[in-house]
């Protein structure tokens, strides 16, 4: 079903803002929202999922949000343990992501992976009605990652063509000029920071077409740097975090361990979130008491997240028509 066919359905009361009453997220860290720490968010994490939901639940009293995502799943993973469920909760939007982990650290092939997903995406269209559907970043300018930006763009464009299928709406990161400012990734240059995750927050409501409150942010640009500095920075960058990513991949290891952060459907804020959640489980637990390898801190971009005072140098750093928060 397209957004015009649901936005035209009979019935709907005039006051909504938009169709959709249950939003299922499945994923990988991208999804969950590592980068963008919130203690008071299930899991200690917000991300661009959840702030898409706080922004659809306004004015929706029977507004439901799951979030299946789990860090360091490949594509195959995400599909055996979260489409299932997914499904089961009866969406009427579905938030598709995956197949990144597979193309960066697993040299998977694009197009086996896009069978895949094309597969994924039928089955969840004709569940959900509307799908979301997300292609890649550009991260031609990260030292390494840039080896990979043939797959991935190859992997985009198998993405493009499973949303025209199936109806799906896309949200094309790699065409995001915004996502070129260093500011909205992580130290790790990975995942998103609490800005980027606002920003890819608000592509989304726009790609749906839903009014929303969310304001664009301006940064001001980083200052410019030398040459020795830059590969200075790039030298730091690889021996925090690049040696650990590929120690990592090359022991065996296993996602079954985590779980997700909103296993079951229910309201963004207040009474009725999910839980209460068995000792151990990641939605019960603080940021501090996450696992290292899953949580990226954000601090040093001179953002400001909901639950912490401004980092770098203040207010300053970031020329704002709103905050992050």
Known sequence: MT???QETRPGRPPAERHPWHRFVALGDSYTEGIGDPEPRSPGGLRGWADRTAEELSHGQSDFAYANLAVRGMVLQEILDRQLEPALALKPDLAAMSGGGNDVVFHRGDPDKLAEKMDSAVGQLAETAGTVLLFAGPDWG??????QIR???AVYNEHLHTI??????VMVDLWCLPALHDARMWDRDR????PLGHHVVAVATLDALGVPHALKTLQPRPVPSHGWKQARADDLIWARQYLFPWVLDRLRPHSVESLAAKRP???PVFGVGLPGPFPPGHPAGMGVANLP????STADGFGL???????GGDGPEDAEEAGEVA
Not at 141 to 146: E, H, I, K, L, M
Not at 163 to 168: D, S, V
Not at 304 to 310: D, K, L, Q, W, Y
Request: charged share 20%.
């Open 163 to 168: 949303g025209l299928r199936h109806h799906a």
């Open 292 to 295: 290292e390898d899953g949580i």
């Open 190 to 193: 990975l995942h998103l920071s």
């Open 304 to 310: 400001r997240t909901a639950s912490g005072p401004e």
């Open 141 to 146: 300018s990260t030292p390494v990652f840039g």
């Open 264 to 266: 079951q459907a229910g």
């Open 3 to 5: 957004i015009e066919e």
């Open 150 to 152: 043939g797959r991935l």
